[in-house]
């Protein structure tokens, strides 16, 4: 069975400041990989998606995540943190072309941003 | 394009009423989701459907029921409210394409008193 975790519950950041935010799966075959923003009470936002390529991805917002095979690793990055970047993060694990593709998401890392 | 909305927002129930759940997603998705979030816990999925007429049980479908009878529309049903439903519910849709990209609505806050 597929499973994520994200070792960080809480996070807190300085505005300006850099942020790596950990995933780690569990899957047997190449996944799907996705990390998802939520802010408060709001849905989730799609920042970016890993299904093959350039391990290396760019996302929206000026995030970035890069995969690793070898550790089981989809970390998400920021180089520079902005307020509004205050949120819950969750990052997912889907099969590759199932039927109805199911994710698996962690259980989420949540920022808070110190002006 | 409103993309998928859900509801109501906000709901109070009662142990043992019913209520159903909205859903309609205007991108002509195929695939359409119902999931379920716990303070502090990510996601899980409750039911699922590939199209209209077909649903199937996620990982925790146990109190709830589906129905799929148009594409744009998935409603989910709780029949015997239970404190333990207290959740956010999302759904979300998508299209099968390579990656099949969730698109989720803004969620319905549902507590059970």
């Known amino acids: 069975a597929q499973s994520v975790t994200q070792p960080d519950i809480h996070i807190t950041v300085s505005e300006g400041a850099s942020l790596e935010l950990r995933c780690n799966y569990s899957?047997?075959?190449?996944?799907?990989l996705f990390w998802y923003v939520q802010s408060p009470g709001q849905g989730l936002q799609l920042l970016l998606k890993?299904?093959?390529?350039?391990?290396l991805v760019q996302g929206i917002k000026g995030f970035e995540a890069e995969f690793k095979r070898s550790q089981s690793s989809f970390n998400l990055r920021k180089p520079s943190v902005h307020w509004s970047d205050a949120a819950e993060y969750f990052c997912?694990?889907?099969?590759?072309?199932?039927?109805?593709?199911?994710?698996?998401f962690g259980g989420g890392t949540r920022v808070l941003v110190k002006p | 394009n409103a993309g998928v909305t859900q509801t109501p927002k906000f709901r109070i129930l009662k142990i043992g009423q019913s209520m159903t759940l909205q859903c309609t997603q205007d991108m002509n998705h195929n695939y359409m989701y119902w999931y379920r979030q716990d303070p502090g816990m990510g996601l899980k999925l409750i039911y699922y459907s590939v199209g209209a007429g077909i649903t199937d049980k996620g990982e925790v479908p146990n109190g709830y029921n589906v129905s799929r009878s148009t594409t744009e529309d998935f409603p989910l049903r709780l029949e015997l409210a239970a404190p333990s439903q207290t959740s956010v519910y999302f759904c979300a849709s998508s299209y099968p394409t390579v990656d099949e990209t969730q698109y989720f609505g803004p969620g319905t806050r549902l507590l059970v008193l």
């Open positions: 997912a694990v889907g099969k590759i072309k199932a039927a109805g593709n199911k994710l698996t």
């Open positions: 899957y047997g075959a190449t996944p799907y």
């Open positions: 890993y299904f093959s390529g350039d391990t």
